[in-house]
């Protein structure tokens, strides 16, 4: 070995050690502040909830299971939920299968389509069907011009209202990554059912549906569990009769300064939230392995 | 082709093209149709519209209060741009690098404020804001969008960085590059797309966020997203309607060129 790899060695190790530092920082510290102002008042929330009066104690749940009103919120927002995902999905699932059967110049056209909703402002969406939802909104004009009803339906303000908006934020969430799973299904598998006598139906329900429904229930759960705790577009298409965990969270916070009752809403929240795509993946693995 | 084996005639699937056509006019004429009708000069925005007016366009852009709300929106989006893709795409090239469990742990982290509802991250930023003395601050809401950001960088610059090859970056050292350079020089032309997706998909997060600024962004500070939301919890301002066409061509002229420049790029790939 000559003297000069020596010195570069030596002075290689430092230089490679400062670096791995520096690389260790640039993730560590973003985490690091991300966690102060994202997670950690919330963590500092979450353990007040369990004080009341300058005492441990479960009173801000205790209230959740006395106060039959908080009983209803919370069974509303799952029922929301679970009604605005089943609709996602008997929209959405067509959607993808449709897009992964064009050629690709056109299946690119209609995942701009998919992504235009994607990309525009939440609020903006929400506010076009405020308008079209509306008494005098082109809706009714349509249905009064067509002599289906004689006068305008009252649909702005309503559960219908917050449904339907919903699904409409909510559908490319599911049609973007249902069609990426539907397209990594092999297509060798329904060419070989043809093969062996399948018809197309025949096929599609006996080999693709059920190769594609992990993916199904993947996208399905993402949509409940971004609808439990979806804010805007529910309190303005709801327009007060529809209220959910979130906005019962928010009014707490901004009308009464309850921070005790709020922190404890978003603790269950946030423990649906994380539990339920565990137990939905631990009912996946089972029915995997019934499968087997 | 996938189905090439399998003829099904179209008429076989009429009730599929049916389903899917009706899929996209749900999504997509509520959002096309606001535009028309902002021109309309009926305070309930008919359609179609029976005469035409440019006075909602009028009342945005002589309002004060609408123009610096604008104004605010736009700058707290620039600066919370401006930190969190030069710290993403860090983040994102440590994250790629490095094996181990610090780094999967970091890794949750750093994706965290896009995994919590939106709700409780707001409550909680309110609650470390009031003990801050940060709420209606400009540098409180910057931090926040900044936070709220950052997950997408990482995901999306992270995404080009496992496609490209580290070999590159390496070669340029034994050339003689700083670590730096090579990065600079070598890595970053070739995750041009990934940190050109990550600044609008930031911009965009920053710019459409509503809840936290709900919480954070009042008095002299406040947001566009905001004052829409207010105004539109009592009444359905026509206003609205025009800011909102604004903001319908602002995103679909965004992934016009996105998509736009992404082309050439593959080209080029290849």
Redesign the interface.
């Known amino acids: 070995m000559t003297a000069l790899s020596i010195s570069e060695r030596a002075t290689a190790r430092p230089r490679r050690e400062a670096f791995y530092r520096a690389r260790t920082s640039a993730a560590a510290i973003p985490a690091i502040v991300l966690v102060i102002v994202m997670v950690g008042p919330f963590v500092w929330l979450a353990c007040l909830s369990f004080v009341s009066e300058g005492h441990l104690s479960l009173a801000n749940y205790q209230r959740m299971i006395d106060n039959p009103s908080y009983w209803k919120i919370i069974v509303a927002t799952f029922q929301l939920s679970a009604i605005v995902s089943i609709l996602t999905v008997i929209l959405g699932y067509p959607t993808a299968y449709l897009i992964k059967l064009l050629p690709p110049r056109l299946a690119t056209i209609a995942l701009g389509c998919v992504l235009v909703p994607f990309w525009t402002s939440l609020l903006v969406r929400t506010y076009a069907w405020m308008v079209l939802l509306q008494r005098n909104g082109v809706i009714n004009d349509a249905l009064i011009a067509l002599h289906i009803v004689d006068t305008p339906l009252r649909m702005a303000n309503t559960m219908g209202a917050a449904v339907v908006g919903m699904v409409h934020i909510m559908l490319p969430f599911l049609i973007l990554p249902l069609y990426a799973s539907m397209k990594a299904i092999d297509p060798d598998l329904t060419r070989a059912a043809a093969g062996l006598g399948a018809s197309p139906t025949r096929s599609f329900f006996q080999v693709f549906l059920p190769l594609s429904l992990p993916g199904v229930f993947a996208g399905m759960i993402l949509v409940f569990v971004l609808c439990l705790g979806f804010y805007v577009t529910p309190q303005l298409l709801g327009g007060g009769n529809v209220v959910t965990i979130s906005m019962k969270i928010q009014h707490n916070v901004a009308m009464y300064a309850d921070w005790g009752a709020a922190s404890a809403l978003g603790v269950i929240l946030l423990l649906a939230i994380a539990l339920i795509p565990l137990v939905a993946k631990a009912m996946g693995a089972a029915y995997a392995w019934r499968m087997r | ?3 090439a ?2 003829h ?1 005639p179209h008429s ?2 009429a009730w ?2 049916v ?2 056509s009706i ?2 006019v ?3 004429v ?2 096309f ?2 535009i028309p ?1 902002s021109f309309s000069d009926s305070k ?4 179609p519209p029976e005469a035409l007016t440019l006075q909602w366009y009028r009342t945005f852009f002589g309002s004060n209060e609408w123009l610096a709300a604008a104004r605010n929106s736009l700058s707290v989006a620039a600066v919370a741009t401006l930190i969190s893709v030069p ?2 795409v ?2 994102a ?3 790629n ?2 094996r181990g469990r ?2 999967v742990l ?2 949750f ?2 994706l ?2 896009q995994l ?13 804001y009031i003990r801050l003395n940060l709420v209606n601050t400009f540098a409180g809401i910057v ?2 969008h900044s ?2 950001c ?1 997950p997408f960088v990482v995901i999306t610059v992270g995404a080009g960085l496992k496609t490209f090859d580290k070999a590159q970056e390496n070669a340029a050292r034994t050339l003689g590059a700083s ?1 730096l350079r090579a990065f600079w020089d070598v890595t970053v032309p070739q995750i041009r797309l990934s940190i050109i997706a990550a600044v609008i998909f930031s911009f ?1 997060t920053s ?2 966020e ?2 936290i600024g ?2 954070v962004a009042g008095g002299s500070n406040t947001l566009l ?1 905001r004052l ?2 207010l105004s ?2 009592d009444q ?1 301002d026509p206003v ?2 025009a800011i ?1 066409s604004i ?2 061509v602002i ?2 002229l ?2 016009a060129v996105f ?1 736009a420049l992404q082309r050439p790029g593959r080209e080029a790939a290849r």
């Open positions: 082709m996938s189905n084996a399998i099904v076989h699937r599929l093209y389903l899917v899929v996209f749900f999504l997509l509520p959002i149709i606001v009708m309930y925005l008919e359609f710290v993403g860090g983040a090239y440590a994250l690098e490095a610090l780094f970091l890794r982290f750093l965290l404020p919590i509802p939106v709700v409780l991250a707001a409550i909680g930023v309110f609650f470390l931090v926040a936070a709220l950052i670590r965009i710019f459409d509503v809840v709900l919480f997203t829409m939301f539109l919890r359905l609205i309607a909102s903001l319908i995103s679909v965004a992934i998509v």
